[in-house]
């Protein structure tokens, strides 16, 4: 169900992502780890913002058998993210893929009426993960 690219030298074990995912989809997801620089190149050549983000994620156009889409993840904010605030890198990396899982299946916290936060919110609780990406920014 997950098609994991990890381009990076981050130890990621994806078994929690696979649950995860299983448990809000049956289609196939493409996934992505990279470092900065082609983070950056991503969201400049697909945003038009010319710097590093934490997680992307590309739909895929739904058809019968299609992939779900395609999730990017930074390892530098991974890293980053669980030292500040003192988690695992696995979980960081869950965190993220969550957050990319829920725009790929509509959410959208910029302009939702806390839907988003609500899901990511019952997903961390769910698999026992340390506070969430929006929390976070939003908090």
Sequence with gaps: MIDFDNRTSLNLHIEVIEQIASSLTNKEIELIVTDKDEMREINSAHRNIDKAT???SFP???MPLSPLGS????????EEKS??????L?????LLFIHGLLHLLGYDHEVDSGEMREEEARIIKEFNLPQS???RSEG
Excluded: M
């Excluded at 999730?71 to 991974?78: E, F, K, N």
């Excluded at 030292?83 to 695992?88: C, L, R, S, V």
């Excluded at 696995?90 to 869950?94: I, K, M, V």
């Design 54 to 56: 934490d997680v992307l």
């Design 60 to 62: 895929y156009i739904e």
């Design 90 to 94: 696995n979980d960081e990396f869950a």
């Design 71 to 78: 999730i990017v993840i930074c390892s530098l904010h991974v």
């Design 83 to 88: 030292k500040e605030f003192g988690h695992t």
């Design 133 to 135: 990406l929006i929390v």
